[in-house]
């Protein structure tokens, strides 16, 4: 039926259609990421939430965004206009990229490469780059020392999500995200990894400029750091962009430590759940560990934030990298644990 198309352009255009398969549902998902945040922390403090735009406050969301949209972009005089429009463009596009590896079930994932864990990396190191480029295009100190906090903070807690994940790649034996999925089919590594999976999820919170690592957003100091000379959508892509990141770090955190897709039982009403509907329950599931967070903790000091990356997170990563190896150097894991195929 499509022979009369050719094969190249009939690839891109399958390329394409699988993009917009995970930019739109994930657009969406990041608007309403933002209502069930207001939600989930009113109902912790006492209070209702977004009630009146739509029924239950549902398209608050959408009226945000409008309202967003028709606001003034204002670049500041003596900016690079240039770098300052690439900043949150930037940003936002690299939170969308990471997606391409991320399986959602067998055989649903873009693009299946056999190191997508190196993918992930370095999709996540680059983003330093739109937050520094934000602070310096802005010709604002305040801007600019939020952007320094920011990439320092990032940096320094890659580190330890690093290591963290050298131990899912010993037990797992593959950079493949699915193949690392497929290893947790008897028993997820969140038990045998419990505390990589502890140290892990803290350090995406600092990776993400969350709560109480949200340090670059400092009112007393910085006023909104980085991003406090943008307006309008260029706000809006920066917003979108940290949302978006808090989705990729919650779908890591499910394929890493919570078996991906995989059932919670193989028997009974679990083993009919589809395998996307678990990967979907178990990222809201982390996401609500972001907010529960968020509502419960102050915000750290700097000079706290640093200390525990680089001498708390650091060596305990460091050491249970090395006392991982020596196991399965030393066949301490049973086979029938199935940490180690």
């Given at each position: 039926m499509l022979d009369w198309i050719p094969e190249e352009i009939l690839t891109f255009l399958i390329l394409c259609g699988q993009a917009f398969l995970i930019i739109i549902p994930l657009i969406l998902s990041v608007a309403y990421l933002v209502y069930a945040e207001r939600k989930v922390?009113?109902?912790?403090?006492?209070?209702?939430?977004?009630t009146v735009v739509g029924p239950f406050g549902l398209l608050q969301p959408i009226a945000d965004a409008l309202k967003l949209v028709h606001k003034e972009t204002i670049i500041p005089?003596?900016?690079?206009?240039?770098?300052?429009?690439?900043?949150?463009?930037?940003?936002?596009?690299?939170?969308?990229?990471?997606?391409?590896?991320?399986?959602?079930?067998?055989?649903?994932?873009?693009?299946?490469?056999?190191?997508?864990?190196?993918?992930?990396?370095?999709?996540?190191?680059?983003?330093?780059?739109?937050i520094i480029i934000a602070?310096?295009?802005?010709?604002?100190?305040?801007?600019?020392?939020?952007?320094?906090?920011?990439?320092?903070?990032?940096?320094?807690?890659?580190?330890?999500?690093?290591?963290?994940?050298?131990?899912v790649i010993l037990c797992a034996g593959s950079l493949n995200l699915s193949a690392i999925v497929e290893a947790q089919e008897k028993i997820w590594f969140v038990i045998p990894l419990f505390p990589m999976f502890v140290i892990f999820f803290?350090?995406?919170?600092?990776?993400?400029n969350r709560a109480p690592f949200d340090l670059p957003e400092a009112e007393a100091e910085l006023v909104a750091g980085y991003?406090?000379?943008?307006?309008?959508?260029?706000?809006?892509?920066?917003?979108?962009?940290?949302?978006?990141?808090?989705?990729?770090?919650?779908?890591?955190?499910?394929?890493?430590?919570?078996?991906?897709?995989l059932p919670l039982t193989s028997w009974g009403p679990f083993a009919y759940?589809?395998?996307?509907?678990?990967?979907?329950?178990?990222?809201?599931?982390?996401?609500?560990?972001?907010?529960?967070?968020?509502?419960?903790?102050p915000r750290y000091r700097y000079d706290q934030l640093m200390r525990i990356g680089w001498k708390v997170f650091l060596p305990i990563?460091?050491?249970?990298?090395?006392?991982?190896?020596?196991?399965?150097?030393?066949?301490?894991?049973?086979?029938?644990?199935?940490?180690?195929?």
């Amino acid at each position: 039926m499509l022979d009369w198309i050719p094969e190249e352009i009939l690839t891109f255009l399958i390329l394409c259609g699988q993009a917009f398969l995970i930019i739109i549902p994930l657009i969406l998902s990041v608007a309403y990421l933002v209502y069930a945040e207001r939600k989930v922390i009113a109902a912790m403090q006492l209070r209702k939430g977004p009630t009146v735009v739509g029924p239950f406050g549902l398209l608050q969301p959408i009226a945000d965004a409008l309202k967003l949209v028709h606001k003034e972009t204002i670049i500041p005089t003596k900016a690079n206009p240039l770098l300052y429009i690439i900043a949150p463009v930037l940003t936002f596009t690299l939170s969308l990229m990471a997606w391409a590896v991320i399986p959602w079930g067998e055989g649903l994932v873009m693009a299946d490469i056999n190191v997508g864990v190196l993918y992930l990396f370095a999709i996540s190191s680059l983003g330093v780059y739109g937050i520094i480029i934000a602070g310096w295009a802005s010709n604002s100190k305040y801007a600019f020392l939020g952007a320094l906090r920011s990439a320092a903070q990032m940096v320094s807690y890659e580190l330890a999500i690093g290591f963290a994940l050298i131990c899912v790649i010993l037990c797992a034996g593959s950079l493949n995200l699915s193949a690392i999925v497929e290893a947790q089919e008897k028993i997820w590594f969140v038990i045998p990894l419990f505390p990589m999976f502890v140290i892990f999820f803290i350090a995406t919170l600092a990776e993400t400029n969350r709560a109480p690592f949200d340090l670059p957003e400092a009112e007393a100091e910085l006023v909104a750091g980085y991003n406090v000379e943008y307006s309008s959508m260029s706000f809006g892509m920066f917003f979108l962009g940290e949302y978006a990141n808090m989705i990729l770090m919650s779908a890591m955190t499910s394929i890493f430590f919570l078996g991906g897709w995989l059932p919670l039982t193989s028997w009974g009403p679990f083993a009919y759940i589809p395998g996307f509907v678990w990967m979907a329950l178990k990222i809201a599931f982390v996401l609500f560990l972001f907010l529960w967070v968020r509502a419960t903790f102050p915000r750290y000091r700097y000079d706290q934030l640093m200390r525990i990356g680089w001498k708390v997170f650091l060596p305990i990563t460091l050491a249970y990298v090395v006392g991982l190896s020596f196991c399965i150097a030393y066949g301490v894991f049973p086979e029938t644990l199935g940490v180690i195929k």
